[in-house]
């Protein structure tokens, strides 16, 4: 199963084999709101113009692969149940 994030705007995006993905984290960098998805297959970090954009995509994520948090808040890292 395949997971799609797509731009509006531009129409572009990325589809992710939900089964490959390891670790997901929410992140903030230098004002840039990111998704930091690491997979079997390589690292994607996809920007957001919001935060709230940003939230949406990760809780998607989360409910289609049942994605525990394992760490504390402040870090937001997260790991697939297998």
Same mark, same amino acid.
């Given at each position: 199963?395949? &997971?799609? *994030?797509?731009?509006? @705007?531009? @129409?572009? /995006? &990325?589809? %992710? !084999?939900? !089964?490959?993905?390891?670790? &997901? ?5 230098? =004002? #840039? =709101?990111?998704?930091c998805?690491?997979? %079997?297959?390589g &690292?994607? @970090? ?14 998607? *994520?989360? #409910?289609?692969? /049942?994605? *525990? =948090? *394992?760490? /504390? ?5 997260? #790991?697939? %149940?297998?």
């Open positions: 199963m395949f &997971v799609r *994030l797509v731009d509006k @705007k531009s @129409k572009q /995006g &990325v589809a %992710i !084999n939900i !089964n490959t993905i390891l670790y &997901v984290s929410e992140r903030k960098e230098e =004002n #840039r =709101n990111f998704l998805i690491e997979t %079997i297959k &690292v994607y @970090k996809i920007y957001f113009e919001s935060e709230e954009a940003r939230s949406k995509a990760f809780e998607a *994520l989360i #409910r289609k692969k /049942g994605i *525990l =948090n *394992l760490e /504390g808040v402040e870090q937001s890292f997260f #790991r697939s %149940i297998k």
